[in-house]
């Protein structure tokens, strides 16, 4: 079983950056793909980044291209979503999560992860 904790949302202006972190208590954190995922009132989940377990394969959707960059520490068992130049639109509850099969650089449904963080609030001001 892993559990999945994310931390570092927060209210920003507009152009600001904050860094997003996910900190699993399984052991073999290395062995999963990790995504991030956001929800906006009333919209369904969006897929925004992935990462394949060695960290050196990333994917993005072309909205955040440029601006997010998904990282992670194995061994502290911790994925990073850095956002910068924040927009209003990048509002939103982001969630992490865990893959257990193998990481293809694609876009993904949230069905495509097996575990999942309680998500954490990022608002950005205009």
């Known amino acids: 079983q892993v559990q999945l904790v994310e931390s570092g949302g927060g209210l920003v202006q507009a152009g600001g950056s904050l860094r997003l972190s996910c900190t699993s208590s399984g052991r073999a954190f290395s062995a999963y793909a990790m995504g991030w995922f956001r929800q906006a009132p009333g919209k369904e989940r969006e897929f925004v980044t992935a990462?394949?377990?060695?960290?050196?394969?990333?994917y993005y959707i072309d909205s955040v291209k440029g601006r997010f960059t998904i990282s992670r520490d194995n061994a502290k068992n911790t994925a990073y979503l850095h956002m910068n130049s924040l927009q209003p639109e990048d509002s939103a509850v982001y969630y992490c999560?865990?893959?257990?099969?193998?990481?293809?650089?694609?876009?993904?449904?949230?069905?495509?992860?097996?575990?999942w963080g309680q998500g954490t609030q990022v608002t950005v001001s205009s």
């Open positions: 990462i394949n377990w060695a960290g050196d394969s990333t």
């Open positions: 999560a865990a893959r257990r099969a193998y990481y293809e650089g694609r876009t993904y449904l949230p069905s495509d992860f097996d575990y």
